[in-house]
């Protein structure tokens, strides 16, 4: 299964499942996954927020309401989202 949903195909064009899988096994088990751009969760043992392109997001009103990196930072903490890059 890992090699099927690994593999990049027209059908599949954004095999995420190997970052999935670092998730489930590095992040801590209270940490949520924010998804942009993306709606496939399936495979994620943690809890997320999935925003397709065309969805409604919190993330562009919490965008807007904040005067401040620092304040759109302390409201993905509040809402428990981990931010790592």
Same mark, same amino acid.
């Given at each position: 299964? %890992?090699?099927?949903?690994?593999?990049?195909?027209?059908?599949?064009?954004?095999?995420?499942?190997?970052?999935? /899988?670092y998730?489930?096994? %590095? !992040?801590? %088990?209270?940490?949520?996954? !924010?998804?942009?751009?993306?709606t496939?969760?399936?495979?994620? /043992?943690?809890?997320?927020?999935a925003q397709g392109c065309g969805d409604f997001s919190p993330v562009v009103e919490w965008t807007k309401k904040s005067n401040s990196a620092s304040e759109l930072y302390s409201r993905f903490k509040e809402e428990g989202l981990l931010i790592f890059y």
């Open positions: 299964m %890992k090699a099927y949903l690994s593999t990049q195909r027209p059908s599949f064009p954004c095999a995420y499942y190997q970052t999935l /899988e998730a489930n096994t %590095k !992040l801590e %088990k209270n940490a949520r996954i !924010l998804f942009l751009g993306e496939r969760g399936l495979y994620s /043992e943690r809890r997320f927020l």
